[in-house]
Nanobody
Framework: QMQLAESGGGLVQAGDSLRLDCAAS????????MAWFRQAPGKEREFVAA????????YYADSVKGRFTISRDRAKNAVYLQMDSLKLEDTAVYYC???????????????????WGQGTQVTVSS
């Protein structure tokens, strides 16, 4: 497992941008797929975006496609989520997650990930 720590959340207005950072510890970071999930009040945690460990392929939920960008810096053991054109419905706690290379579950499922951060709050106001 890895230790993950998110940062960068905050209060912004609709239409603004925000970048979330996830710092990961562990020598095997480059082999893990990484993802962002979010959980709004009263709702289940949902997939937002993922990036592959080997080829860096990216995947997005339909609700954020074209607005959010996931990236990773292998040298810094970090993953980022650039969020543009934020909407009220993007308000949630955002979690960073790590998926080991041996996982057979789909990248969009929580069960695929064995390491989670503590979460960072993003609040979008009108």
């Amino acid at each position: 497992q890895m230790q993950l720590a998110e940062s960068g959340g905050g209060l912004v207005q609709a239409g603004d941008s925000l970048r979330l950072d996830c710092a990961a510890s562990g020598r095997t970071f480059s082999t893990y797929s990484m993802a962002w999930f979010r959980q709004a009040p009263g709702k289940e945690r949902e997939f937002v975006a993922a990036i592959g460990g080997s080829d860096g392929s990216t995947y997005y939920a339909d609700s954020v496609k074209g607005r959010f960008t996931i990236s990773r810096d292998r040298a810094k053991n970090a993953v980022y989520l650039q969020m543009d054109s934020l909407k009220l419905e993007d308000t949630a706690v955002y979690y960073c997650a790590a998926r080991p290379p041996y996982s057979t579950e789909n990248y969009s499922r929580m069960g695929a990930y064995n390491s989670w951060g503590q979460g960072t709050q993003v609040t979008v106001s009108s």
